[in-house]
């Protein structure tokens, strides 16, 4: 998959970008229906916990594909949209999973998932720095 910058005639053209936008959708969709179910059905913090999280992220991902499309380095912001993406659904879904049916996806998958959701903004951060100090 070819990921290239963004054409001023044809917006962004890359794959991947779109791929990792209908992931962000796909995010938010479930964000606002776990909101839904913990409003109406199911009394648990955790459970708008892990909505509010779907849906931050989503919409964060979302701000980190424009910047891919303007980046020096479109393919190291969309990877670390994607591991933001990734990341916050193993978070979000094992905390649902266990508050819907009492079991995990595996052990410490909530936590593992809290931990590569920290990295992803870690690593927006280097890639600012880069863009900042070191562009190519």
């Known amino acids: 998959m070819t990921i290239n910058r963004l ?3 044809r917006g ?4 991947a970008l779109f791929l990792v936008l209908v992931l962000a959708g796909l995010a938010g969709a479930s964000g606002v229906a776990l909101a839904a179910v913990a409003a109406h059905k199911v ?3 955790a459970l708008a916990t892990a909505a509010m999280m779907l ?6 991902a979302v701000a ?4 891919a499309a ?6 190291w912001w969309i990877a670390a949209a994607a591991l933001m993406l990734a990341a916050v659904a ?14 995990h996806i595996f052990p410490m998958a909530a936590p593992t998932g809290g931990s590569l959701t920290i990295a992803s903004w870690l690593a927006l951060s ?7 100090r070191w562009p190519r």
């Open 7 to 9: 054409d001023p005639e």
């Open 12 to 15: 962004a053209s890359s794959g």
């Open 43 to 45: 009394d648990s913090p």
């Open 55 to 60: 849906m931050v992220h989503a919409t964060a």
């Open 64 to 67: 980190v594909l424009a910047m």
């Open 70 to 75: 303007r980046s020096t380095r479109p393919q």
């Open 90 to 103: 193993l978070f979000s879904g094992d905390i649902a999973l266990n508050t819907l049916a009492g079991r």
């Open 126 to 132: 280097v890639l600012a720095l880069l863009e900042w």
